[in-house]
């Protein structure tokens, strides 16, 4: 069984925990597609094999077609799933510090058992967001050091803008805003958070790309 790396902040990790998160929606992999999104249409999800690369023949992802690139002439885009597939399982890396005297000590010289006793996490509570901790970002999290383990239950693709007000709820969401709207919405807040996150790298809320929809569930939530 396949594992791979996934990335998630303070506050999502948190909504794991709880349980309130159950889905994640990625652009990795995709970005051949999402340069121009709106001329691209999704044709499936599968094992990658005809007009595929050598190095991502055999493994999952999807297929989009164009007409739009040349006239008369259909371009065909398999984009590679970064994630493994159904059943692969996701570590994930969250901030964190060490409660010990580690301060200028680099991570790949640490010694295993600091990374076993000494470790904190910023999303458990009983840890102020700032403070006495030298809060390390999630990228640097080595595997050892990760106490969530998820396993992939469903991934389908579909344009952000896409979401259903019960999938923004399954991303974390807990309160909904009305953004002008007479109703309330969990997609509003949703599409908040996708912009805190994905605007400045060019896939904003209102370009609408392509998204992977990976649904999880957790495996373990203890070190």
């Known amino acids: 069984m396949t594992e791979h790396p996934i990335l998630f ?25 999402n340069e121009k999104p709106d001329i691209w249409t999704f044709r499936g999800t599968g094992v990658l094999g005809y007009m595929a690369k050598p190095s991502v023949k055999g493994r999952f992802g999807a297929y989009f077609d164009t ?14 799933f970064p994630y493994g597939g159904v059943g692969s399982r996701l570590w ?4 964190w510090s060490l409660s010990g ?20 996490y910023r999303a458990d509570e009983k840890y102020p967001d700032a ?16 106490r969530i383990l998820l396993e992939i239950t469903d991934i389908r693709v579909e344009r952000v803008k896409d979401i259903s007000e019960k ?18 919405t969990y997609i509003g807040e949703y599409s908040i958070l996708w912009d805190e996150i994905n605007r400045a790298g ?20 203890a070190k």
């Not at 005297?101 to 640490?110: P, Q, R, T, Y």
């Not at 390390?136 to 990760?146: D, E, G, N, V, Y």
Request: aromatic share 8%; hydrophobic share 40%.
């Open 9 to 33: 902040t303070t506050p999502m990790v948190r909504a794991i925990i709880a349980g309130k998160k159950t889905q994640t929606r990625r652009l990795s992999g995709l970005a051949d597609v």
């Open 67 to 80: 007409e739009k690139l040349e006239p008369r002439t259909m371009n065909i885009c398999p984009q590679l």
């Open 92 to 95: 994930v890396r969250e901030a």
């Open 101 to 120: 005297n580690w301060d200028g000590v680099k991570i790949s010289e640490l010694p295993l058992m600091a990374l076993k006793t000494d470790i904190v």
């Open 131 to 146: 403070g006495y901790y030298n809060w390390k970002p999630s990228i640097f999290m080595p595997r050892l050091a990760s």
């Open 167 to 184: 999938d923004a709820q399954a991303e974390g969401i807990t309160t909904a805003w009305h953004g002008g709207a007479k109703e309330k």
């Open 202 to 221: 060019g896939n904003g809320w209102e370009k609408n790309p392509f998204v992977w929809c990976i649904s999880f569930q957790v495996v373990n939530n």
